[in-house]
């Protein structure tokens, strides 16, 4: 099993940046895919991005594609989510998630085996 833990949210005016980290304990880091969901109040959780076990494959949802940048550090067990030219849409609890299986990373939720609590971004117009 792998332990996630997210940081790096707050509060930031629209056009501006944030980043995210997901530190992992437990299992080895790298026998994951890793993911990055939200949730918006009233809303359904959804997919952000995601990237492989060595990080050189990457899927990006359409709303962040071009301004969001997800990696991962598998030394230091992190996985990392930039966030720039956010938008007030952007506003939501973010998640990281792993997936124990799998050979490509997935944008269902239902794939995901980890979850950590999660972290606030609000980003004000």
């Known amino acids: 099993q792998v332990q996630l833990v997210e940081s790096g949210g707050g509060l930031v005016q629209a056009g501006g940046s944030l980043r995210l980290s997901c530190a992992a304990s437990?299992?080895?880091?790298?026998?994951?895919?890793m993911a990055w969901f939200r949730q918006a109040p009233g809303k359904e959780r959804e997919f952000v991005a995601a990237?492989?076990?060595?990080?050189?494959?990457?899927r990006y949802s359409d709303s962040v594609k071009g301004r969001f940048t997800i990696s991962r550090d598998n030394v230091k067990n992190m996985m990392f989510l930039q966030m720039d030219s956010l938008k007030p849409d952007d506003t939501a609890v973010y998640f990281c998630?792993?997936?124990?299986?799998?050979?490509?990373?997935?944008?269902?939720?239902?794939?995901?085996?980890?979850w950590g609590q999660g972290t606030q971004v609000t980003v004000s117009s």
């Open positions: 990237l492989s076990r060595s990080g050189d494959w990457t």
């Open positions: 998630a792993a997936r124990a299986g799998g050979s490509v990373p997935s944008a269902s939720s239902d794939a995901y085996d980890f």
């Open positions: 437990g299992d080895s880091f790298n026998n994951y895919n």
